[in-house]
């Protein structure tokens, strides 16, 4: 059975009148799955921007999948229009899933070199503080 978000996708994509009555009503929130969230915002950016629905070519150009689905479609012409859109998906997906490993590995780094620089500075400042009392007591023991 076929998910509630994915036949209203593809109703958006794919029938004008549709998209044009219900578009205004839809809200993020309503769409629970990342995927179906991001090609939802995708929609409604391009339906604002033009006053048209997005075809599904305009959305994959805009991600950038657009050769890669069309060289599989040709190679392989049993592709359904689902397995295509559901490819798309699961690429846009993966895409987002190494850019949050980027970012957690460039947090990860960050955070390392602070707890680096802090305890070389309490070092320094250990190292200076010694050093005073050892220039203080030299002082006191050379009277």
């Known amino acids: ?27 993020d929130e309503y769409f629970t799955q990342f995927s179906d969230r991001v090609v939802f915002q995708e929609i409604k950016k391009y ?3 033009y006053s048209n629905p997005p075809t ?11 050769s890669e689905v069309k060289s599989s479609v040709k190679t392989r012409p049993y592709i359904t229009q689902s397995q295509t859109q559901l490819g798309f998906l699961m690429k846009l997906k993966n895409q987002v899933f190494q850019k949050v490993l ?11 070199a602070s707890m680096f620089i802090s305890g070389m500075i309490i070092l320094i400042i250990l190292w200076s503080g010694l050093s005073f009392i050892e220039k203080k007591k030299r002082k006191y023991l050379s009277i």
Do not use: D, Q, V
């Open 1 to 27: 059975m076929e998910r509630l978000e994915s036949i209203i996708l593809r109703s958006l994509l794919y029938n004008e009148e549709y998209a044009r009555k219900t578009l205004p009503f839809f809200k």
């Open 47 to 49: 339906f604002n921007k």
């Open 56 to 66: 599904k070519e305009a959305i994959i150009i805009h991600h950038g999948y657009w």
């Open 102 to 112: 980027s970012l957690l590995s460039y947090l990860m780094l960050f955070l390392l």
